[in-house]
């Protein structure tokens, strides 16, 4: 499976990216605050796509799922646009704080997902 990693912190470099590939998975795409240096990172880790901007690869059919290392204050907005285009997001850390915040996510997750298998239907 390919997939976009969001945040290339020592965590993702160090952990998460490793175990993608050690399961036999792809990185295709990584996404930093700077464009520059997801690049420079992409380069670095063969990782072929290295963006600041979280849309081109959440559109591009070849990516399947996220990963997602970033800061919490961009969690909500990452997880709720790659679920929108229908993209798995296992997570590690806490979604959102408050919890009322992670709630609303949570069930806006949901109503995607029924909508999703109401289209498959």
Avoid: Y
């Amino acid at each position: 499976m390919r997939w976009k990693v969001i945040g290339a912190s020592g965590f993702a470099v160090e952990h998460r990216i490793g175990a993608l590939r050690s399961a036999g998975q792809d990185p295709a795409a990584v996404v930093r605050t700077s464009a520059r240096r997801a690049a420079e990172f992409a380069s670095a880790d063969a990782t072929p796509v290295g963006t600041a901007s979280r849309v081109p690869a959440l559109e591009n059919p070849v990516i399947r799922a996220v990963c997602r290392s970033s800061a919490i204050a961009k969690r909500v907005p990452e997880v709720t646009a790659a679920i929108a285009a229908g993209r798995p997001v296992p997570g590690h850390k806490p979604l959102a704080m408050p919890a009322t915040v992670a709630s609303r996510t949570a069930q806006a997750a949901g109503k995607a997902l029924d909508g999703a298998e109401d289209q498959a239907a």
